[in-house]
């Protein structure tokens, strides 16, 4: 399966944080996905782009929070992550580019 253009829309960037590196350990890997992708397509796209095999797609939307840009009040955006667990002897290394 080759990576089709859209895969880069549903997939935005990995998640570095001290949670997903105790994911990694589970063999799961965490990315920030479009808000509207299913979980069909984040799998379609991990396995195009990366060359891996997925074995189960879970995903969780964090809303944004209310701040103050210099006394103006705003919202961040909404944020949709994917936890995707591979099959075993797959691997996904965040550290380098596509």
């Known amino acids: 399966m080759s990576a089709k253009p ?6 935005r960037k990995p998640v570095i944080t001290e949670k997903s590196t105790m994911a990694s350990e589970a063999g799961a890997v965490v990315f ?6 299913s979980k069909p ?3 379609e796209a991990i396995e195009a782009l990366f060359g891996v095999k997925v074995k189960a797609v879970n995903t969780t939307i964090t809303k944004g929070k209310n701040k103050r840009f210099r006394g103006i009040k705003g919202t ?6 994917a936890y995707v667990t591979l099959e075993e002897g797959n691997t ?7």
């Open 6 to 11: 859209e895969h880069y829309d549903v997939i």
């Open 32 to 37: 920030e996905v479009d808000i509207d992708s």
């Open 41 to 43: 397509q984040i799998k």
């Open 76 to 81: 961040r955006k909404d944020v949709k992550k």
């Open 92 to 98: 996904i290394d965040v550290t380098t580019g596509l």
